[in-house]
């Protein structure tokens, strides 16, 4: 499901002229935690892991960025996002795949310790289905 659009600028352009890798990172992160939240009733995320991060094109100045997301995995008190991020270009509808990863997040009481988590059934669903155009379920 598509989770947020983001435009880059020109301060988050590294030395090579393209979008610094973590920065992008840090937007990754920001989609999982805000999945998280859309589908459970938990107040608390935080990040446990992030697999491998593979960076398939770079990002330039001006160009939109779409972050969908899916659930890989449903634990007790966890659950594991997979990320998948498109630069979207409006005038052509035009996409192209830039990176991917899995995030795996747990929620936590206000003390930090995990805690059950209290599952959206509802959103869930929409989480579990294809992206479109995809038909793959990523």
Do not use: C
Not at 39 to 65: A, Q, Y
Not at 93 to 111: I, L, Y
């Amino acid at each position: 499901m598509l989770i947020s659009r983001d435009q880059v600028l020109d301060p988050d352009i590294g030395l090579h002229g393209a979008l610094f890798g973590g920065g992008m990172m840090a937007r990754m992160d920001k989609v999982a935690a805000i999945t998280a939240s859309l589908l459970s009733r938990n107040r608390r995320f935080v990040t446990l892991k992030v697999s491998e991060l593979v960076f398939h094109s770079p990002v330039h100045p001006g160009e939109i960025l779409e972050f969908h997301a899916a659930v890989a995995h449903q634990g007790r008190t966890s659950m594991a996002i997979q990320i998948e991020v498109q630069v979207y270009a409006p005038v052509t509808d035009v996409r192209r795949d830039v990176t991917s990863g899995e995030f795996v997040m747990v929620a936590v009481d206000e003390a930090g310790h995990s805690e059950a988590i209290l599952w959206k059934q509802e959103a869930l669903r929409s989480a579990s289905a294809p992206r479109p155009g995809r038909g793959d379920g990523a």
